[in-house]
């Protein structure tokens, strides 16, 4: 039976740079990826920040990046629009490279990655394959969010789309509750009048709102069609359940806003990977959990992002619209010089109408968006 140190389930973003901490540690490791191909199928926007792509150890190339976004469009249910300006740190990625670039990293210090097999299942430490069984100390699971269950599981679906609507470097995000309760629609470009647009939402049908969606915008083609699950619920509170760690969307590692993932759970993947590695070499079981060091990255910001989505639920159409059209442009200003697409809470507070907080978004906590909430309510009756 062939052996591995740990046996990675799952070769996307965060499987892959968990392998790659693991071999940079000189430990053998093996990624299963039951698609045919690293990096497909893409079921992301790719959209990113600089700084992210920094902290995973992942070089910014042209042969990664599609675009860079300069505006984020955010239009009410009445079409009421208000732009922000994205500044110079907000790129398009495309996710079938970046895997692909990860994955190279991780090989060549020493992963194996094998495309076109399907984890099965594991008893005592042998890892069941649709290419045979594997022995190995370690199984990672970062076989995504499918794996989740529950409310906080969203719909989406999201086409790959060539139409004159879409304009390079300006992304449009799309609020109705009504339409896409719990979540939003997006038009994210890519190059050459191509773009990713896409739903998502609370037990909707995702392909019939993505339907009415394109009949909305006019002439268009589509390309290529993806439904997908989106976890806003937050993450699980055990990574590790004996000898096998969870990581990436599979933990839960997902923004409980906008259900972006490939920062966290990215580093999810990375930080356990690191975690694992010093267990292999010390044999010292408390250090395979890497709950801490990544709640001190962003415990502090998801517990908020958390309490902010439960305000936004709240939020009817008309209520939206009321708020949307309320905001001044030197709020959008303040958003555009201190507020920061990762740890966003700030800047979605401040364009709720919450003065005063862009600049403080890391130090905002849960109960604080509590009072925040309150305060809204009463500005939205007026
Ligand atoms: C429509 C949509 C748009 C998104 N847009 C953005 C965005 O713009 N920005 C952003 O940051 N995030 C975005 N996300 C989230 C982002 O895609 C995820 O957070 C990220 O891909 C998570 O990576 P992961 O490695 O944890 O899981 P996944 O990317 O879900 O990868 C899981 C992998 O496991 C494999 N797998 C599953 N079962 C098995 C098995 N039995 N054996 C072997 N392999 C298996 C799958 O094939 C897959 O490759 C989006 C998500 C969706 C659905």
Not at 215 to 222: E, I
Request: charged share 20%; with cysteine; hydrophobic share 40%.
């Amino acid at each position: 039976m062939e052996r591995y140190d740990v046996v990675v389930a799952g070769g996307s973003i965060s499987g892959l740079l968990c392998a790659r901490e693991i071999a940079s540690g000189d430990h053998s490791v093996l990624v299963l990826e039951k698609s045919h191909e690293i990096g497909t199928p893409q079921h992301c926007g790719g959209l990113l920040s600089r700084a992210a792509l920094d902290y995973l150890g992942i070089i910014p190339s042209n042969r990664i990046v599609g675009n860079q976004i300069r505006t984020a469009d955010i239009v009410s249910p009445n079409g009421h629009t208000v732009r922000v300006d994205a500044g110079s740190g907000i790129l398009e990625v495309d996710r079938r490279m970046l895997d692909k670039y990860v994955a190279e990293q991780a090989q060549k210090i020493g992963a194996h990655i094998r495309a076109g097999t399907s984890f099965r299942g594991m008893t005592d430490g042998t890892v069941r394959s649709s290419m045979g069984d594997i022995s190995c100390d370690i199984m990672v699971d970062a076989r995504g969010a499918s794996l989740l269950g529950g409310s906080d599981l969203l719909v989406s679906a999201q086409y790959e789309v060539c139409a004159d609507w879409i304009r390079p470097g300006e992304v449009v995000v799309m609020l109705d509750n009504s339409k896409y309760p719990g979540f939003f629609a997006w038009i994210i470009p890519t190059q050459g009048g191509m773009g990713k647009v896409g739903v998502g939402g609370r037990r909707i049908n995702a392909t019939a709102a993505m339907q009415s969606l394109l009949d909305d915008m006019g002439r268009y083609s589509v390309f290529r069609k993806i439904v997908a699950p989106i976890w806003v619920g937050g993450p699980v509170s055990d990574v590790v359940r004996g000898s096998v760690v969870l990581v990436g969307d599979a933990a839960g590692q997902t923004k409980p806003t906008t259900g972006g993932g490939i920062y966290s759970s990215g580093a999810g993947g990375m930080l356990a990977g690191q975690a694992i590695a010093r267990y292999l070499q010390t044999g010292d079981r408390s250090h395979l959990d890497y709950t801490d060091a990544w709640q001190k990255e962003f415990g502090r910001e998801f517990e908020a992002q958390h309490a902010v989505r439960r305000i936004l639920e709240r939020l009817d159409n008309t209520a939206i619209d009321s708020i949307l059209c309320k905001v001044q442009s030197s709020t959008l200003k303040r958003i555009a010089s201190d507020g920061d697409f990762d740890f966003h809470v700030g800047a979605i507070l401040a364009l709720l109408g919450i003065r005063g907080v862009a600049h403080i978004a890391r130090d905002i906590t849960a109960s604080e968006v509590r009072r925040a909430s309150a305060y809204i309510q009463k500005m939205v009756k007026m």
